[in-house]
């Protein structure tokens, strides 16, 4: 029998729970650590709430969510959990010392082969956590609840080893997430950076009178979020001609919103005559397919989505 790979995540807070439900439930022997008994205590009971969940949605059985409880131990003993993990994963409230201390802690406890990740959703840990072994840390950021999200943001440095960060992606791959690898650091990673522009916008609309609050979401729901599952927001651009996008950016009326002028990698394409489907060419290579098939298939996709959304009870 294939022993459990070990995996130490210290802070039981806000995504803690979720963490430890993610590794356990690929069969991960997950220790869970926070330095106060009742945030523990919490934890363990969010972690059930969560069970019941993907219980209800036949997602896992009965037999399923026992298994995952047995994966996970909680502790407020940091030294002892640090004594032989496979992998540390540092999820402590986004406070630069608090974190500087816990990698000291780490790089002097932990064996060799441990790995160091970090859950930052905006710090460079690179800079903060002044390891011995820069060549086994890394970002790995999580988005809530990590046990449902699939995406991981993987950020590596310069001094990151390949072969470590080979191993971390594959060891996501293992549990069912999908990791994107960042090849370098820049704050706010991707989806915070585009998320944050978005929620600029939402408010600069609603505080100028341009919109209600209902009305802007009512304008995502049904349009971006039927679009995005299948397009993404870059393949988004192929369909809608690079042609006309970079139009759009060099529209002064815009500019304001954007940088003037297109976007470089936009520009390049449109000057090399790769305007997306209709040129079966664009930020994506589409050879071999019409633009007719690939304008039926995003149809069906989108149909789909609609017909689904149909059946979702609204939060409000």
């Known amino acids: 029998m294939q022993q459990k790979k070990k995996i130490t995540i210290i802070g039981a807070g806000t995504t803690g729970h979720s963490l ?4 356990a439930r690929g069969n991960y022997q997950v220790t869970l650590v926070d330095n106060k008994n009742n945030v523990l205590v919490k934890a363990v009971r969010l972690i059930k709430d969560a069970l019941s969940v993907l219980k209800s949605e036949q997602l896992i059985s009965d037999i399923e969510a026992r298994s995952i409880v047995k994966n996970i131990s909680c502790t407020t003993n940091l030294k002892e959990a640090l004594k032989d993990p496979d992998f540390l994963l540092e999820a402590v409230y986004e406070d630069p010392t608090v974190k500087w201390e816990v990698f000291q802690q780490a790089d002097a406890l932990c064996p060799e082969h441990t790995i160091f990740m970090s859950n930052t959703s905006r710090m460079n840990i690179f800079e903060i956590a002044q390891v011995k072994r820069q060549d086994r840390l890394l970002i790995c950021h999580w988005f809530a609840p990590p046990h449902v999200i699939p995406l991981v943001e993987v950020v590596s440095s310069e001094a990151t ?8 992606i594959e060891s996501l791959l293992e549990i069912g997430k999908t990791p994107v690898h960042m090849k370098k650091y820049v704050p706010g990673f991707i989806i915070n950076r585009i998320q ?8 600069w609309l609603v505080d100028n009178g341009y919109a209600t609050i209902e009305d802007i979401d009512r304008a995502v729901k049904a ?6 599952p299948v397009v993404g927001v870059m393949q988004s651009c192929d369909f809608g001609g690079l042609d006309t996008l970079a139009s759009i950016h060099s529209n002064t009326s815009i500019v304001p919103l954007w940088e003037p002028g297109p976007p470089k990698t936009v520009l ?4 090399n005559g790769e305007f ?3 040129t079966s060419k664009g930020l994506y290579d589409y050879s ?10 995003r149809d069906k996709n989108y149909l789909k989505i609609l017909q689904y959304f149909a059946t979702i009870d609204s939060l409000t």
């Open 268 to 271: 390049q394409k449109v000057q």
């Open 223 to 228: 349009s971006l979020a039927v679009r995005m």
């Open 288 to 297: 071999g397919q019409t633009e007719s098939e690939l304008m039926q298939r």
């Open 161 to 168: 080893s390949p072969e470590i960060l080979e191993t971390v």
């Open 20 to 23: 430890a439900l993610a590794y």
């Open 196 to 203: 944050n522009l978005i929620v600029k916008e939402m408010f």
């Open 276 to 278: 997306g489907v209709k």
